[in-house]
């Protein structure tokens, strides 16, 4: 157990919908990190954040935002779904916001979106 | 820009015997490298990290890693290959001073009694 958790395990919703998948960092840790795995791209970065702040963006499309709460939990919402962003999508954390010497990231469970 | 390249996508070993599982590595400068494990349907597990210390790096269930700038490869290997060990393994490189992190393709390892 990493001490990360995610919620939900399991999301099957329709396309054009939109949800919200949430993560809870593990305790003393500022930093947040997404991922999306999925069969065709593999493990994307999707964006982070520290301490409340958005540090880093990667290949986040314009329908994705997320946001990280004063108690440090972080939420990510997805919208007007479409059919290909079925994924597992992981939330990870650390204690720091990523300097050259890299910290661990510690990875929750993941979140397996499908899209119908 | 970083990445990083792993060589086989798929290792089917017999327990008992050694695991290498291959990756390069491009950086434009001094990389920290990670390997991490994901067992089916479970989530991504640190298996080892290099951050510029020793090249030779000792993780768990037994896993080491060489760091070799040279020629820019950091191999996995283990000297005998267990059945719990079975699951797809990524090489991964940090991206500059944000964390982001690039993940490799993933190696699917398959372990036979």
């Known amino acids: 157990d990493s001490g990360v958790t995610q919620t939900p395990k399991h999301l099957i919703t329709a396309t054009g919908q939109r949800v919200t998948l949430r993560c809870s960092p593990r305790?003393?840790?500022?930093?947040v990190y997404w991922y999306q795995q999925s069969l065709d791209q593999g493990l994307q970065f999707l964006i982070q954040?520290?301490?409340?702040?958005?540090?880093a963006k990667g290949n986040i499309l314009e329908r994705f935002s997320a946001q990280q709460f004063p108690d440090l939990h972080s939420e990510l919402n997805l919208s007007s779904l479409e059919l290909g962003d079925s994924a597992l999508y992981f939330c990870?954390?650390?204690?720091?916001?990523?300097?050259?010497?890299?910290?661990?990231?510690?990875f929750g469970p993941g979140t397996r979106l499908l899209v119908l | 820009a970083q990445s990083v390249t792993q060589l086989d996508s798929h290792v089917s070993v017999s327990e008992g015997t050694p695991v290498l599982l291959r990756c390069n590595y491009s950086s434009s400068y001094s990389p920290s490298l990670f390997w991490y494990v994901q067992h089916p349907n479970k989530g991504l597990q640190l298996l080892l990290k290099?951050?510029?210390?020793?090249?030779l790096v000792k993780g768990i269930n037994g896993f080491e890693a060489e760091f070799k700038k040279s020629e820019t490869s950091f191999h996995l290997t283990k000297p005998s290959a267990h059945m719990s060990d079975a699951a797809e393994y990524f090489c991964v490189v940090s991206g500059s001073n944000t964390g982001k992190l690039i993940f490799g393709q993933g190696t699917t390892l398959q372990v036979k009694p």
């Open positions: 954040y520290y301490n409340g702040e958005e540090r």
């Open positions: 290099y951050t510029s210390a020793a090249t």
């Open positions: 990870a954390s650390s204690v720091a916001p990523g300097t050259a010497i890299q910290e661990t990231q510690y």
């Open positions: 305790s003393g840790d500022l930093s």
